[in-house]
């Protein structure tokens, strides 16, 4: 909300920054595991994303709104391929990709490629929303990913449980 009051001059009403915390609450609730100690340093380093995030978010919302949608969401993805290049040119990292492709190349390529195409849609409609909505309705609702995530591992538990367990009680 900081960021995009300071920033962009955006402002919610009063049933936003409820519903946004209700949004974020709901999140954080169900992200907390009753039986575990807490953990600082994920904490710590859980926020650090977020706020990286948040910036990245703010930054693609000035450019977007002030040239073009298309044009830095192309410019936004062209920095992600040069990372991941860069990622790629560390001998460890660049070792273990490729004996992981060499074991299992359908599954890997599969796999990945299917993770693509969801991140692609998922990311271009929430980079768009981010022009027609606030930054920070937008990154509040961004904030139910781990609801959703807690739901799918739960039906892989029940529906598939030789492909993935998650452990609920």
């Not at 799918?152 to 609920?168: C, M, N, Q, R």
Request: hydrophobic share 50%; net charge neutral.
């Amino acid at each position: 909300m900081f960021w995009g009051y300071e920033i962009l001059g955006e402002q919610l009403s009063q049933v936003q920054i409820v519903g946004g915390a209700m949004i974020v609450l709901g999140a954080v609730g169900s992200s907390i595991q009753p039986r575990e100690a807490f953990n600082g340093r994920l904490a710590m380093l859980m926020l650090s994303c977020a706020f990286v995030l948040s910036i990245s978010s703010l930054i693609f919302k000035i450019f977007a709104v002030r040239d073009d949608f298309w044009p830095t969401t192309f410019w936004m993805y062209v920095g992600e391929a040069l990372f991941g290049t860069t990622l790629l040119s560390v001998s460890s990292y660049r070792a273990q990709f490729i004996g992981l492709l060499r074991k299992s190349p359908g599954p890997v390529l599969s796999v990945n490629a299917a993770n693509e195409l969801i991140n692609l849609g998922g990311s271009l409609g929430s980079r768009y929303a981010l022009i027609l909505a606030p930054l920070s309705l937008v990154q509040a609702i961004g904030g139910t990913t781990t609801i959703f995530v807690f739901i799918f591992g739960i039906a892989l538990s029940i529906l598939y449980p030789t492909l993935g367990h998650e452990s609920v009680g």
